[in-house]
């Protein structure tokens, strides 16, 4: 049985997380500059993988003194479906709650997004009412959503 376990992303994960982010976001996909700043501000940046697949990654960084933000987030479409992305969630809040002072995750969904709003709003997220037009790249709009927390 190979092992499926969640790891800190280093550069040299870089290749293969550019390649499924860009497969997956196309237009909005993460640069590999902005990839290799956060991996190197040390943004809590968390890959799944088992043996040499890697089954998805998340990302998020404390953007304001009470407040992390989840800004990247995704399992490779082959892994779909089988509580991944739930596994890898799970375990970016727990990361999360151990943040001095955090009260607060939020992070944008685009509005369209069944999948990852059904997914959010499993561990709590509530959708703020306002609508982000043209958030996106793509043109797409966003929720923003949010899941406070007890934090130490
Ligand atoms: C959103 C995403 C991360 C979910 O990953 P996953 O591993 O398939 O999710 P899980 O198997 O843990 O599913 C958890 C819940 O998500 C929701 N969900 C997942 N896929 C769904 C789908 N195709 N349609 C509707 N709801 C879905 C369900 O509520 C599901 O719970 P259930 O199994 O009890 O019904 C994945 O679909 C993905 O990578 N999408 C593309 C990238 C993306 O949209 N990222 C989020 C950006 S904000």
Known sequence: MVLMEIKKVTSKDLKKIISLEQQIFKKNAFSKELMVNLIENSALFLKLETGKHLIGFIIAIKDKKERANIINFLINPKFRNQGYGSYLLQNMINKIKNLKGVKKIVLNVQINNTAAINLYEKF?????????????QSGESAYLMELEINSL
């Open 124 to 136: 709590d997220f509530k959708k703020s009412p306002i609508i982000f037009e043209n958030y996106y």
